[in-house]
Every structure is written in C-alpha cells, then in structure tokens.
C-alpha cells in the first residue's frame, strides 16, 4: 500500500475544515448529512471539530462495483430528519465523476432546504463529467483508486488511518 494522505495531514485539514464550518454557521443549526458508507469516518472526526449546535443524518446510495463506476445512482437509504427550510451540509468522502453528489443535490433540493452545500474530503477533478459546486474541500486527488479513512475497495481498507493506493492497481 503507497501511503498518499498521512494521518496527521488528514487531522489537520478536518480541524481546518471544522473551523471554516463554524465561522460559516454562527448562529446557524445546520445538519451534516453523511453519504454512507465511505464518508462515516470523515463525518465522525469532523463534527467533533464543530461548535456550532448541529445535527446529524445519513443517506446511502449505491453506484459503484469495485472500481469502476456503473454511473446509475440508486438511494438505498434515505434521511430519517425533514430538512424543509434547514441549513444542509453534505458531507462526501471523494467527488469523482460528480455524478453521485449531483443526484443527492437534485434529489435533496426538491424538499425545499433554506441551503445546501457540499463537504468533500477528497476530490478527482480531472474525473470530473457534471459540473458541481464544493463548497468545502480537503485535498484534490489525482485520477487513482484510493482507499482508507472510510473509503474501500470491495468492502475492505475502510479501517486505515490514512488515504492509500494499493500496490499494482
Ligand atoms: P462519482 O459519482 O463522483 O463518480 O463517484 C463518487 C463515489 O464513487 C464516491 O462516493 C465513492 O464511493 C466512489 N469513488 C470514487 N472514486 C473512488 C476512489 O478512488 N476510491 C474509492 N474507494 N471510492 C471511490
């Protein structure tokens, strides 16, 4: 495994993250809402840098099989909160294509949110096939399959404490 984002690198851009959140939100009581799975340990390390009040949801959606991209976006499981007139935070573990997070845009937009923005850890923007806003980025990443910190390669690597690339692929 080639070590690509390391631990404390990781720490420190959430903290940052988490920072630029609460100058942003003062006042506010926005929700973070996570897209499961990948995007679990990133969420679960940045709402703790956040001091605003905030709440929490999840949504899950399916579209990738192993590595490559089926490109039809399917939400498996939907939010349990009503996000009518709320401040929406959605929080992503990598933007490829832009084709997921612009289906959980345009589907999560119908129910009339006062804001929506996006949070991505990671993003591939020389992937990138729909145009979508970010407005918070950790790190930009090249065009590889990467792994960890939430993120898997066939359901495994989730549990490593750094962004990688494995070895030959
Ligand atoms: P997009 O729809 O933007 O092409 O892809 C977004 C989703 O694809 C992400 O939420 C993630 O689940 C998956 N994905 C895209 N690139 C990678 C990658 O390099 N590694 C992993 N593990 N998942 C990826």
């Known amino acids: 495994m080639n070590v690509l984002i390391k631990k404390e690198a990781l720490s420190q851009k959430v903290s940052e993250i988490g920072k630029q959140i609460n100058d942003d939100y003062k006042n506010k009581n926005p929700i973070l809402v996570g897209v499961l799975k990948g995007a679990f340990v990133f969420l679960a390390d940045l709402l703790r840098e956040i001091e605003v009040p905030i709440e929490i949801d999840f949504l899950s959606i399916s579209s990738y099989n192993g590595k490559k991209s089926s490109g039809v976006v399917r939400l ?23 084709r997921t997070i612009s289906y959980i845009i345009n ?63």
Not at 76 to 98: A, C
Not at 126 to 144: C, K
């Open 76 to 98: 498996t499981n939907d939010l349990s909160l009503n996000i009518e007139n709320r401040d929406v935070i959605l929080i992503e573990d990598i933007v490829d294509t832009g």
């Open 107 to 169: 589907n999560l937009k119908t129910r009339k949110p006062r804001s929506l923005v996006v949070c991505t850890l990671l993003n591939k923007k020389d992937d990138r096939i729909v145009e979508v806003p970010l407005t918070y980025i950790g790190f930009d990443v090249p065009s590889v399959f990467v792994v960890g910190y939430g993120l898997d390669y066939l359901n495994k690597y989730r549990n490593l404490k750094y962004i990688g690339v494995i070895n030959g692929k």
